[in-house]
């Protein structure tokens, strides 16, 4: 009977690993397409790439043309052809000069189920209407449920996303009212081949909106990473359709001229390795790649979503739910909001059905739910987290975590980009929060460092004064030459980098700063913190160690003197203004002991040089 029950459960797990198998493989080998792309090998010289495009072209009456200008040096060209062509090619002499001879499969915008992708209308509000929430001065953010559910706000107080580049391939963009102040830079149409790539769909400038659009101008609505750069990138005709040539050429000139970043709201069941290759090109030059996971409710994600190094994106409904038309499982690696019929993703767009004039509308699927996560990981990019991997791990780590989620709908759980920035300036301090911790402190009046501060300033320029003046003294007596040796040791011995004595920056630990910031007589309570001196250290004793240490050396006995003199002028400050020493307490009797020292410190230099002048 046992035997019986562990060769059931072998037989249905079996079952649902093959199920699971052949679904994958359907999404791979079932894609459209109308044209076949043949990639030649980057080594072969040109009069044979030649021969080779005239022969193919002869036996099978076609002609090969480049699929752009810019596949050229990438030698991909594009042929007529269907499966049966595709296995001829694979099978031809022709095949042992190409490196790619696959499906040169058309990718689309991903739509809902029975849900129209154009959604509802909505116009702006008058500029005396004011948003419900705290946030930007945009009349319309209010309705932006998905930025209060991202906590976007919170992401704003550290980074909007200034110095990045996001790349949107896609339909194209067209610079609405809503998207005047956003910056852009120079993109390409692959569809027209041209460079100009504006929409003549509406959808990606939606896409681009979500991203970049202009915020904090009274006009519309928000976007995430609006002091961020746009770069758009058509490869969908105003059908929302596209080849894999054009996005995998799209996502290498991307990577080339300087996006940080790029959003794909676009899919397909066919997997390409010339796209598999563009992906691993950008990936290695640190470019971070998301797409959309696709709305067919489907247990994996599409393609591009499912290659390595893309990070997928499932969408979340406006009850903070898996959206009814979200792909899940495989190659999902974070959700976003996406939208439903509950609420939609509010950005401004064009309308083709109406001439392409401007609207505010609200659309739903994957493909709005992919530029949150490129908003975010331009936002995380600003902060200056550099590698690919670094963003995702910290995307993953600060997303809202979802149990009981064996099917993978959310991925890593929720995008969350307040916790996504925290996360990433963690241990890092912006100029702004320095400037103000400077202010806060009161280190910009000049009164803080005079009347005592965090530490006096008067007491320790007598220090390191007093340490050239006895240095000067000396030399009158006993001729020697300047170094920056002998300055360091008056330096270290005098005063050491005071001014860091005084800094406490956020949670950092205080003793590196009191460290450096201590002369060598105050090494001895750095570590405490207290204001009395160690015998052991304010005395002759470490004078006489570094002698011992350092006199033999011709460049470094200049530091041990100059050490030595330093602690000198140290010693007899500190016994004229603050005597106090560990045991002794303060008074007369620590006085006599830090002068008593200071005498003998200068002493041992006097004698040094002596025993110099000597020996020269």
């Excluded at 052809?81 to 790619?100: N, P």
């Amino acid at each position: 009977m046992r035997r019986f029950i562990v060769f059931c459960l072998f037989v249905i797990g079996l079952g649902v690993a093959l199920f699971n198998f052949m679904n994958f493989q359907g999404l791979a080998a079932n894609g459209e397409f109308e044209t076949i792309v043949l990639n030649f090998r980057e080594d072969i010289p040109q009069q044979v790439l030649q021969q080779d495009l005239q022969a193919i072209a002869h036996h099978y009456n076609v002609t090969p043309q480049l699929d752009n200008k810019f596949a050229e040096k990438d030698h991909v060209y594009i042929i007529k052809g269907d499966r049966q062509r595709l296995k001829e090619l694979k099978k031809s002499k022709f095949a042992q000069a190409i490196e790619y001879i696959e499906p040169n499969y058309i990718y689309k915008i991903p739509k809902p189920g029975q849900v129209a992708w154009l959604g509802e209308y909505l116009q702006p509000q008058s500029d005396e209407a004011k948003p419900a929430l705290t946030g930007p001065n945009d009349p319309l953010y209010s309705q932006q449920w998905n930025l209060h559910n991202i906590g976007v706000v919170g992401a704003w107080n550290q980074t909007k996303g200034k110095g990045v580049t996001v790349a949107v391939i896609d339909t194209g963009i067209t610079r609405v009212r809503d998207l005047v102040e956003t910056k852009f830079v120079p993109g390409y149409d692959f569809v027209n081949d041209k460079v100009e790539a504006k929409d003549d769909n509406g959808h990606g400038t939606h896409v681009a909106g979500t991203i970049a659009q202009s915020t904090d101008n009274s006009y519309g609505v928000a976007g995430i990473a609006y002091e961020a750069s746009l770069m758009p990138l058509k490869v969908l005709s105003g059908f929302g359709g596209g080849t894999v040539a054009d996005i995998a050429e799209a996502i290498k000139f991307a990577a080339d001229n300087g996006a940080d970043v790029i959003n794909m709201s676009l899919g397909g069941a066919g997997e390409s390795q010339l796209m598999k290759s563009a992906i691993e090109y950008a990936y290695k030059k640190g470019v971070i790649i998301i797409a959309a996971a696709g709305n067919e409710n489907q247990n994996a994600a599409s393609y591009p979503a499912r290659y390595p190094h893309v990070i997928g994106v499932s969408a979340l409904g406006a009850d903070g739910q898996k959206a009814a038309y979200s792909n899940f499982g495989a190659g999902v690696d974070i959700s976003a909001p996406g939208g439903s019929d509950a609420g939609k993703i509010l950005q401004e767009t064009i309308d083709m059905e109406n001439k392409g004039v401007a609207v505010f509308m609200g659309l739903q699927g994957t493909s709005m739910a992919a530029p949150h996560v490129a908003g975010v990981a331009a936002l995380v990019k600003a902060t200056g987290v550099k590698e690919p991997d670094e963003v995702l791990k910290i995307l993953k780590q600060s997303a809202r975590s979802v149990k009981d989620d064996g099917l993978n709908y959310y991925g890593a759980g929720q995008l969350n980009a307040e916790a996504a920035v925290q996360s990433a300036t963690q241990g890092q301090i912006s100029f702004q929060d320095f400037f103000r911790w400077l202010r806060d402190n009161g280190y910009l009046n000049p009164g803080f460092w005079i009347d005592g501060g965090a530490i006096a300033l008067l007491p320790k320029i007598l220090m390191v004064v007093g340490s050239y003046m006895l240095a000067w003294f000396l030399r009158v007596y006993f001729p020697f030459q300047w170094s920056w040796t002998l300055s360091c040791g008056l330096v270290a011995g005098s005063s050491g980098l005071f001014p860091l004595k005084g800094f406490y920056i956020f949670d950092l630990p205080q003793w590196p700063f009191r460290l450096l910031g201590s002369s060598i007589p105050e090494l001895g309570n750095t570590l405490q913190g207290t204001s009395s001196l160690n015998p052991l250290f304010a005395s002759v004793l470490v004078p006489i160690v570094l002698m011992a240490f350092l006199l033999g050396n011709p460049r470094w006995k200049w530091f041990a003197i100059g050490s030595s003199i330093g602690i000198a002028a140290c010693l007899a400050v500190s016994a004229v203004l603050e005597p106090a020493v560990w045991g002794l307490g303060t008074g007369n009797l620590p006085r006599l002991f830090l002068m008593a020292n200071a005498l003998l410190c200068f002493g041992l230099a006097r004698l040094s040089l002596k025993n110099e002048e000597v020996n020269c």
